[in-house]
T-cell receptor, first 115, second 108 residues
Framework: KAGVTQTPRYLIKTRGQQVTLSCSPISGHRSVSWYQQTPGQGLQFLFEYFSETQRNKGNFPGRFSGRQFSNSRSEMNVSTLELGDSALYLC??????????????FGNGTRLTVT | QKEVEQNSGPLSVPEGAIASLNCTYSDRGSQSFFWYRQYSGKSPELIMSIYSNGDKEDGRFTAQLNKASQYVSLLIRDSQPSDSATYLCAVNIGDMRFGAGTRLTVKP
């Protein structure tokens, strides 16, 4: 069974631009969560989608948004990029959402650099 | 208070020793707990999950949960250099929250 696939793997953008990241979950998984990972802050929760609905949202500004399609694939968008948005963005899928007994399976991440 | 707290380390142990990693969490309603391992430049991978008080063993790994003390730990027996990585504690509070991770180095 294929794992979680994230594209692109690397991205370089300029301040003020916007970016869209893509995530394809493990087949059959209906929940997709997004995390930002930086050396100083660790893994920070962005949001979780389940059956095309945003179920949970972390403490990030509105510049960060996402969506999930009917095939469970998800996209994350960051508008008006800032230098501080440079990070590894990780997508994780789970079978039934982040309820009990439902671990996350991570993709390889997208490394975003904002210059 | 952070939702999930871990000692950032680094923790260094000799090969063959027991490595002990600790984690505390703030939400008393948390029901499920996970340990992930992350090698440098890689994404986190699941090592163990635990849902009930007590110990859960899987090979060289033992997870321990004490809900009264809001404490989760991971023991790695017979540590190997290949165990050198950052270990992340994760707690399900409705969504999954992670600690900052403990960097473990196992010296040959």
């Amino acid at each position: 069974k294929a794992g979680v696939t994230q594209t692109p793997r690397y991205l370089i953008k300029t301040r003020g631009q916007q970016v869209t990241l893509s995530c394809s979950p493990i087949s059959g998984h209906r929940s997709v969560s997004w995390y930002q990972q930086t050396p100083g802050q660790g893994l920070q929760f962005l949001f979780e989608y389940f059956s095309e609905t945003q179920r949970n949202k972390g403490n990030f500004p509105g510049r960060f948004s996402g969506r999930q399609f009917s095939n469970s694939r998800s996209e994350m968008n960051v508008s008006t990029l800032e230098l501080g948005d440079s990070a590894l963005y990780l997508c994780a899928s789970s079978l039934m959402g982040t309820g009990p007994n439902s671990p996350l399976h991570f993709g390889n991440g997208t490394r975003l650099t904002v210059t | 208070q952070k939702e999930v707290e871990q000692n950032s380390g680094p923790l260094s142990v000799p090969e063959g020793a027991i490595a002990s990693l600790n984690c505390t969490y703030s939400d008393r309603g948390s029901q499920s707990f996970f340990w992930y391992r992350q090698y440098s430049g890689k994404s986190p991978e699941l090592i163990m999950s635990i849902y009930s008080n007590g110990d859960k063993e899987d090979g060289r790994f033992t997870a321990q949960l004490n809900k009264a003390s809001q404490y989760v730990s991971l023991l790695i027996r017979d540590s190997q250099p290949s165990d050198s990585a950052t270990y992340l504690c994760a707690v399900n509070i409705g969504d999954m929250r992670f600690g900052a991770g403990t960097r473990l180095t196992v010296k040959p």
